[in-house]
């Protein structure tokens, strides 16, 4: 029976003037890592509720942490198949304006 593969999250958020920067960074145990990088401004109403902004960085940090996986697993398909992995456009987590 095959091992099973295990993977590593890690979360670190920093703050600067009133900006909170979440990077995620998502490890396998190939030695291969997706980053994703999160922002959040720390407005006059996220003041009274402080844990917002990192709860938002950390949000949008994993998005782009989901986009970078699928275009890294899109990529990896079409090498293996010599064609588009999704047809084509591939898919996103980013809405497209109308």
């Known amino acids: 029976m095959a091992r099973p593969a295990q993977w590593t999250m890690?979360?670190?958020?920093?703050?600067?003037?009133?900006?909170?920067?979440?990077?995620?960074?998502?490890?396998?145990?190939?030695?291969?890592?997706?980053?994703?990088?999160?922002?959040?401004?720390?407005?006059?109403?996220?003041?009274?509720v402080p844990?917002?902004?990192?709860?938002l960085a950390v949000a949008r940090a994993l998005t782009d942490l989901t986009e970078e996986l699928l275009t890294a697993v899109a990529a990896d398909i079409e090498s293996a198949i010599g064609g588009p992995a999704f047809g084509s456009p591939a898919p996103s987590l980013t809405p497209t304006p109308k």
């Open 10 to 48: 890690s979360v670190v958020l920093e703050e600067n003037n009133g900006t909170t920067r979440a990077r995620v960074r998502l490890g396998d145990d190939r030695g291969n890592h997706f980053d994703g990088i999160g922002l959040a401004h720390r407005g006059v109403d996220v003041a009274r």
């Open 51 to 55: 844990q917002v902004a990192g709860e």
